[in-house]
């Protein structure tokens, strides 16, 4: 642009007096103009209060009731603690789950458990989780002697993405769920016959025995109220099947294409990490999109010798890990197997988590030194989290000597 | 004080920085160089704010960022990319935008759809193309925003106190239109209305319609944009925000997260220390708060005596701007394949900027929205044969207000489904049969992860009568309580993440200058 054109710039709005006097008075005027203002605090800030309500740090809860499901499965119907603060329970999508802070022989833990309840209940004040006892478990075993009614519980908010998304998912749902991983989808279940939930499901529901089928009565009743939204069947791997309504085998191409419009479906599979190994084998013959398969996250993993690119010769040993907290230091060991969730917890650090799957990022934490092995197939890290060290301790192996900072709790 | 004594001492820093958002960052950092001993507290456990990144199936999004504002080229850095290369020295990668944006008014009367360049000239061409004979007042407007840039670099060297005389004789257009709003200044320049369209566009990341917003700021930010182009983080916001976390560790700065406060603790007029959320209470003179006076002055002054009314008037008198609504999704399926080429797309009923803004207050699908392919920025940052489109709108503070949380899902969904099938008809694409994720965030998503109040993101409007020139000359007679500074987007510099993180680094040289006095840096 030349010389010229810039000095002809000339711009006059109403005067050039009364252009430049507007500029002078600015500060003048601003002044008066907050002096004349109000000096009322304000005190209401709904957009805050909205989101309290939806994702409480906290929920204080007590059981209400317990109901035996099948022999080796509870569910605890809960309510809120009012003593401890605890006014009404947060609404939640279908599917979600509650990470529940336990104390275990003096070693505070969290577990995630899918709501079975749907959030309708919620507002009517309760929430239901089913819990089913594992061989050793180390929790399932205290809440089987100590569980009782009165017992007081501490739990997250609702958390998790394993629910329907009508923007997303086809309203025909096809959902594939092995054992106690069936729980969300009662809560998804009583969504679509209260109507919150625009869809039908075909469910595809595997167990071992016939006693282990929880909810069986429930569905059945609710599938004959309910037929053009509702169809269960039972897959059992057992021998013998006496039962209504059931397959004898495993969640196989040839039963899923038997009962369901496979083309046309969303797939939500819900299960033990085992489920998911044969399932999703399956899935890949009918070559769908990815978009139209959604899996709830593992839990806690089992078998981590299992994993991928695990080195196997480390297996046996235990490290040295530094934790910093806060302006805490604290020397503990970890071992190669264990998850650096379970180390610091064992070593009664209570560090924050929620999904122990690797995928919420609650326990985020800077590795300053040493290495980790990274489950891949939950290493759900942001790229600038890999970039600069940041790691998710629940799906983090040591590999050698180790020192990590990890956040506190976020408390009350 | 309601906590007991406890067996140590409290804790004591120089410097507690409240808010790793944009500006608590860079502050942080800042006093950390030069040697003071300072703490940074951050509710979430992640730093940035609204800068930042989330992760869903195979997809990493970027949360709010649209364009960095005076990033450009490494041969003639702007003012951002000095602060990260020069002044931080962070680890950070940044990539060009290719083009300005695609603007797409649907209504009939009204009908654009035109790209516009970067580059004043092309820019102008464009407009000229379009608008036959507007090229001329077109380039006055970028002119005038010349001139302006030039004007406030020139009170940012005199630190607030510019010589009268210079300013009249050299910045005359800067003062003739330092009261107006964008109408008044383009109406004297005669700019045709479809070429005020295509050069307004912007007036969404100002979240003021042009009737009201101020033309010193919102033509500068139009001239910066279209000479300097914009930048985006490869990584995504959070990218950069960690680089600048980590540089404050690098000079033993302290980082906490999981940590709110909720009490800055002041006694005759000066700041004592704060309170977080577990109890504790740590000392310091000097807190430098990344959370707005909104906030600060209503929730956080402990006790509520040493609130000064002034402070109070001072929020009260000044209209809260906009918070947003963004849809992101992760498609299976290539922006090429769908046929966009784009990055920016605004995508608007009208360019009547008041009837726009007017409709904002309702709880309905905005008329408006501001959408990116991140892949046309960024090819490979979503895996091969997919990517992330997202589409933000905005929504004045009120709209969200009555929304009861067991209708909150069902609101939200309505809303994006309304903007998903806007962006469709605008650009002709079909993008809802392959979203492999989706997420949407809501004001009460950002008041969540940042706790700001009402969701509210934009700070405090930017109308003449409280532009960033009025706030930056009064900025050392509106300091309230000694030992507090403020940074970020409610702060002296508007809005925006390039405002919040230079507003960072000018409360942390306040501070620093206090530092000093005291006799506690060199």
Redesign the interface.
Known sequence: ?SQK??KD?????KS?SR??L??M???A??KK???????????S????E??H???PIRQYLVIKSIKDETKTTKTFKLIPNTELGTKEL??F?PGQYLSLKVNVNGIDITRPYSIASS?NDA?EGFYELTIRKEENGFLTKQIWDQWKVGTQIESSGPEG?FYF????DSKQIVGIAGGSGITPFRSIIKAIIKETIDAKLTLLYGSSEEDDIIFYNEFKALEKQFPEKLKIVYILSCEIVSLEGCEQGFITADIIRKYCDVDNSSFFLCGPQIMYNFVEKELTKFNL???RIRREAFGEVKDVLDLPGFPHEIAEKSFKMTVHM??MTKEIPALATESLIIAMERAKLAP?SKCRSGEC??C?SLLISGEVYVNPISD??????K??G?IHPCSSYPLSDLEIKV?????? | MTKSISKEKN?SFDVIVIGAGNGGLVAAARVAMKGAKVILLE?H??PGGFAS??????F?FETSLHELYDYSTPGNKGGIRILFEDRLNI?AEFVPVPEAYRLIVTNPDEKIDAVLPFGIEAFIKAVEKEVPGSEDSV??FF??GK?IDQATTYIGQMRGNPDQDVL?REH??F??????PVD??QD??NIPKKARAMLNAYWLYLGVPTSRVNTTVFAAMVHGYILKGAYIPK??S??YT??I??KIREYDGTV?????VEKILVKEGKVIGIQT??GEIIDTNHVICNASP?LT??KLIHPKSE?P??A??????RTHGV?TIVVYMGL?TTAEKLGLKDYSYFICDTMDTDQLYDSLINLEVPKVQASLCLNNAIPNCSPPGTCIISITSAFR?GA????K??E??KVK?KI??GL?ENFEKATGTKI?N?????E?AT??????FT?????VIYGYELE???SI??RL??MNDEKHIEGLEFCGGFGKRGHGYSSSLKDGETAALFTIQSLMKEGIIK
């Open positions: 642009m054109k810039e710039l000339d711009i006059t709005i050039t252009d430049l507007a500029f008075k600015l500060t005027n601003r103009r907050f002096e004349r203002a109000s000096s009322e605090p304000i005190r800030d709904p957009m805050n909205l989101a309500s939806l994702h947060a609404y999508r959030p507002l993405f998304d009508p923007l997303r999109p990815s978009r806060g302006e924050p990022g609650f985020r759900w890290r942001r790229a600038a989290d970039k600069f940041y956040p506190k709790q976020i408390g009350n | 804790r509710q456990n992640l990144s989330f992760v869903r199936g195979r990493e680890d380039r006055k002119q005038l001139e009249l005359t257009n003062l003739r239109t330092a009261a107006y008044d200044v004297a320049l990584m995504r959070h990218e960690s680089a976390e980590a906490e997260y999981n940590t709110r959320n577990k909104t002055y209503n609130v009314e002034i109070l008037k001072e929020i009260n008198a918070t299976d503070p969200w207000d009555k929304v949380p067991e909150y899902f969904t994006a489904d998903i809802r392959h979203i492999e994720e989706i949407v004001p009460q998503t950002f008041s969540r706790g700001t109040y009402n969701g003449s009568w409280d020139v009025p000359q009064n």
